[in-house]
């Protein structure tokens, strides 16, 4: 089980290890929308030309648009890994990262050392890293509470760090409105997680103008492929899309919570994406799923933890119920 503790999406190990089954696998270790968007194959993309830097301003101004934030301070990634790791050149030490949460967060910028959310008090001179919504559990920090934590940072050189991939599925959660130049806060924004188009490789940094202009002399002339830029541009203005979809990712975690509940689990997070469950014997659940051709999230760190993402369908929910039944 270890092997797919490292990441979500590992469907091909998954096969190779527990066979192909008798009905196609259902992969729920990600907590990727499994709705989605669904224009990306009736976009015309001219792949003989180099990306357009309008392009660029215009995708960059509907994001901010739909983050509630300044494009002056909205800098477009090849996804939110490259960018988190990028920051480790622009921030200097000390850095402190919520744990649990992504595996990146303590890889940032060196030295970093792991705490609590509960355990904040007193590291006020260190640079904060933390997710929000939180990865696995679903935890979502109050803005009141993040905007605390970033005022007490206000007289020292630390920032706060706030990795937002889940926020546009729990938009209340979100600090984008607070970006501006003055404030020590650096927000990430990720597109595939809530548009279900992973496989774009499309992010968002959102900063402080001079942190922004660091961004963008690193990423250079052409920083997204025209596919990323045409994809990006045309989902952030379907704003219909968009607000229906946040409905229906809600609907949807609650039938899952049923069922779960139904199959004697406590579902745990606020995240509509994906729902975080607490086994004695996590290893085992993971491997009856997966024979079941269901795969799962399982955490190294607690042998507790199964993360659930959404079943894209109800016949998906129905073999997820099925195989929690089946002793």
């Known amino acids: 089980m270890n092997s797919f503790s490292i990441h979500g999406g590992r469907l091909v190990d998954a096969m190779a290890q527990f066979g192909m089954g008798k009905a ?19 976009l015309a ?93 679903g935890q979502i920090t109050s803005p009141v509470t993040l905007l605390g934590w970033l005022e007490a940072r206000r007289d020292s050189a630390a920032w706060l760090v706030v990795d937002e991939a889940f926020a546009d599925a729990a938009p209340h959660s979100s600090l984008a409105a607070h970006v501006q130049d003055g404030q020590r806060l650096i927000i990430f924004r990720s ?17 402080p103008r001079e942190v922004i202009g660091q961004y963008r002399q690193r990423l250079g002339s052409w920083p997204l492929s025209a596919a990323a830029l045409a994809i990006g541009l045309a989902a ?11 409905m229906a990712l809600r609907e949807q975690a609650t039938a899952l919570d049923t069922v779960l509940a139904r199959r004697g689990f406590s579902a745990m997070g606020a995240c509509p994406l994906f729902r975080l ?32 993402g959404l079943p894209a369908d109800r016949e998906a929910l129905d073999r997820l119920d099925a195989a929690l039944a089946d002793d």
């Not at 909205?74 to 992504?102: F, K, N, W």
């Not at 050392?113 to 933390?130: D, Q």
């Open 24 to 42: 196609p696998w259902i992969d729920l270790s990600t907590g990727i929308n499994p709705h989605g968007w669904p224009g990306a194959d009736n």
């Open 45 to 137: 993309v001219d792949w003989q030309v180099l990306p357009d830097t309008g392009a660029l301003n215009d995708l960059e101004a509907a994001a901010a648009a739909c983050f509630g934030a300044d494009p002056a301070h909205v800098c477009a990634v090849p996804g939110t890994e490259i960018g988190l790791r990028m920051l480790g050149d622009i921030l200097p030490g000390p850095a402190i990262h919520a744990q649990p949460s992504y595996r990146t967060h303590g890889e940032i910028i060196p030295h970093s050392r792991p705490v609590a959310l509960t355990e904040l008090a007193g590291t006020e001179e260190a640079t904060l890293i933390l997710a929000n919504p939180n990865n696995p559990d």
């Open 191 to 207: 597109f595939g997680k809530f548009f279900g188009l992973a496989g774009v490789r499309l992010g968002f940094v959102l900063g």
């Open 236 to 246: 952030y203005r379907d704003a219909h899309w968009i607000t229906a979809m946040r």
């Open 277 to 308: 469950i607490e086994t004695d014997d996590a290893a085992a659940l993971f491997e009856r799923l997966a024979r079941h051709a269901i795969l799962t999230r399982p955490f190294d760190y607690d042998p507790r933890w199964l993360r659930l």
